[in-house]
């Protein structure tokens, strides 16, 4: 299993630039989640799924959307990039709930490092 | 809601001595702790989590950590710090009611090795 894939690596955007973080994962992993890491404020909620065809919002929801159309893949679409959005952003995922405790295990992938300018 | 907090922004350690970190939480119900590590570039790995039962919880790399609901705390330890565990270290508090999805994490404790 390849986990949770993300692309790109690096990413540079102009004020007002659109584009899309990808995140994929090969476990058949019902929940999924986006989260920005910043220094000194941890890593904050963006939205989660809880499976195909459902998404909530977290902690820092505004400026994002998602779609889960298949259960592989949960991308983060950012319309108008702006210099708050810079960051690095962390796709996570997990079994669910109807595995039992013992698959409450998040795996997160790599991370995307994102500049706004 | 859900709050964590980590008091420490850096700790500096000698290899082999011990090491404690802190995490404190703020629930109103039963919280579910986890702590993670996060090495320089890297995502993050749960080391321990902590859901119910006994109070001290055993992780991966000789790390474990210690649950008292009457202190509100969560902290991690570890006998004896090799020069790999330097790293930056996460508390999250999840709530069973979202499916652990809103996972609140703390600000992170940035763990620095001396020789």
């Known amino acids: 299993n390849a986990g949770v894939t993300q692309t790109p690596k690096f990413q540079v955007l102009k004020t007002g630039q659109s584009m899309t973080l990808q995140c994929a994962q090969d476990?058949?992993?019902?929940?999924m989640s986006w989260y920005r890491q910043d220094p000194g404020m941890g890593l904050r909620l963006i939205h989660y799924s809880v499976g195909a065809g459902i998404t909530d919002q977290g902690e820092v929801p505004n400026g994002y959307n998602v779609s889960r159309s298949t259960t592989e893949d949960f991308p983060l679409r950012l319309l108008s990039a702006a210099p708050s959005q810079t960051s690095v952003y962390f796709c996570?995922?997990?079994?669910?709930?109807?595995?039992?405790?013992?698959?409450?295990?998040?795996?997160f992938g790599p991370g995307t490092r994102l500049t706004v300018l | 809601a859900q709050s964590v907090t980590q008091p420490d922004i850096h700790i500096t350690v000698s290899e082999g001595a011990s090491l404690e970190l802190r995490c404190n939480y703020s629930?109103?119900?039963?919280?579910?702790l986890f702590w993670y590590v996060q090495s320089p570039g890297q995502g993050l790995q749960l080391l321990l989590k902590?859901?119910?039962?006994?109070?001290l919880v055993q992780g991966i790399k000789g790390f474990e950590a210690e649950f008292k609901r009457s202190q509100s705390s969560f902290n991690l330890r570890k006998p004896s710090v090799h020069w790999s565990d330097a790293a930056e270290y996460f508390c999250?508090?999840?709530?069973?009611?979202?499916?652990?999805?809103?996972?609140?994490f703390g600000t992170g404790t940035r763990l620095l090795v001396s020789p």
């Open positions: 629930y109103g119900a039963t919280p579910y």
């Open positions: 476990m058949n992993h019902e929940y």
């Open positions: 902590y859901f119910s039962g006994d109070t």
């Open positions: 999250a508090v999840g709530a069973i009611e979202t499916g652990f999805q809103k996972l609140v």
């Open positions: 996570a995922s997990r079994l669910g709930l109807a595995g039992g405790r013992g698959t409450d295990t998040q795996y």
